[in-house]
């Protein structure tokens, strides 16, 4: 069994579908069978092809009929040759079935090559109708008959949480049945018990994900401010159009010196800021299951977060972490002052947590896809 992956944005981007995808892949590998990445070439001057990791990584100009002429235009004169470049490749990979993770444009051109190569096509949901920092299936009608014709012609479709299945379910008007599977995202555990630490000054609560008005970064900057906590500083990792927004409040409430934002961290970045802090917390106005719960819990790190989306589905209240409603700063001030004078309390919702995430490690996640693409690959295609 060889799996074509169709990744909404891969490396040099950073994110959860990026490191999903490269994760799952990496899996696959481990199984005996190459796969391969295909995603969307973006910025135009990444190189059409190269070897990721040991792995054939293939970017295409993933252009779509929407919105302007130029769009349209594009399409029309690009897409049908784009297509057959793309189907030649994949038929010269001996790929057996196509996997969308996270449906963007990159779906329009696999749904084509499902009916060019007449492959089985699995589409797999991590919030897209929620989380998009654009809002594209609010405002792009284009987004949204795509998103219902992938969802009709899907053999299977798997989500990041119940949340996102039912999400999904009452956007498209029916349930899938039998063809929906809550599959969560996955944290390498050995990536925390081997990577390094970060070192900081002073003892530090960690924040980390994309700088975007869901994330609610702003929130939490607040709640900082307002709990008065003096014993920690506040590390919020990543990048995006926030940013100077969140710069200038941190100007604004006096907190120069004590909110440090290093920008974005690569893989074993991450790791180290998670391993150096001593709580972490999400503070999202909209998550559709938040993958960073799980790294922060492999860490071994007492969670706070928002009680949106997912994140109930594996956040226990009082048990493996605090919740507080999202956009709330009264109530998020009052867990981070918990958190910063209950070092018992940090410490029991710490071991709960990494006890729970045990049963999350990659190998587990691919062994359950396996399960799903043995469901729809015709019989007698071996899956190991």
């Keep these: 069994m060889k799996i074509a992956f169709f990744a909404s944005r891969f490396s040099p981007h950073v994110g959860g579908v990026e490191e999903l995808v490269r994760q799952l892949a990496h899996q696959e590998r481990l199984r005996n069978e190459m796969p391969l990445i295909i995603t969307n070439r973006w910025p135009k001057s990444l190189p059409e092809f190269e070897e990721f990791e040991g792995m054939p990584l293939r970017r295409y100009n993933f252009r779509v009929p929407e919105r302007t002429w130029k769009q349209m235009g594009g399409a029309i004169l690009f897409g049908r040759a784009t297509l057959g470049e793309m189907c030649r490749a994949i038929k010269a990979h001996g790929a057996d079935l196509l996997h969308v993770q996270c449906v963007s ?11 060019v190569l007449k492959l089985p096509l699995v589409i797999s949901l991590q919030g897209e109708l929620t989380m998009d920092a654009g809002q594209v299936y609010q405002n792009s009608e284009f987004a949204r008959t795509l998103m219902r014709r992938a969802l009709t012609e899907a053999d299977a479709i798997t989500g990041c949480s119940a949340r996102t299945i039912q999400d999904a379910e009452a956007f498209y008007g029916q349930p899938f049945g039998d063809r929906a599977r809550v599959i969560m995202n996955g944290v390498t555990l050995a990536d925390f018990t081997q990577g390094k630490t970060y070192s900081h000054p002073r003892p530090y609560i960690l924040g980390i994900g ?3 008005a869901q994330k609610g ?4 900057i607040r709640a900082f401010a307002k709990s008065g906590i003096t014993s920690h500083d506040l590390m919020l990792v990543g990048e995006g159009e926030e940013e100077a927004e969140l710069k200038r409040l941190v100007e604004e409430l006096g907190l120069t010196g004590r909110v440090f934002m290093p920008g ?10 998670f391993n150096g802090c001593s709580f972490f917390v999400l503070p999202s106005r909209m998550e559709p299951m938040g993958i ?3 790294e922060a819990m492999a860490a071994g790190k007492a969670i706070i977060a928002s009680d949106v989306g997912g ?5 226990r209240h009082e048990e493996t972490g605090l919740l507080v409603p999202g956009d709330d700063v009264e109530a998020l001030s009052r867990a981070l002052t918990r958190l910063d004078t209950d070092v018992t ?4 919702l710490a071991a709960a947590g990494n006890r729970y995430v045990q049963d999350y490690d990659w190998a587990k996640i691919a062994e359950q896809y396996a ?6 690959l015709p019989e007698g295609t071996r899956v190991r």
């Design 105 to 115: 444009s990159n779906a329009y051109y696999a749904l084509w090559a499902k009916k």
């Design 210 to 212: 994309r700088l975007v």
């Design 217 to 220: 970064f702003d929130v939490l």
């Design 264 to 273: 974005r961290a690569d893989r074993p970045g991450a790791v180290a800021y």
């Design 292 to 294: 960073v719960l799980f």
């Design 311 to 315: 994140v109930p589905e594996n956040v």
């Design 345 to 348: 309390l940090r410490e029991r």
């Design 371 to 376: 399960e799903v693409y043995k469901k729809v």
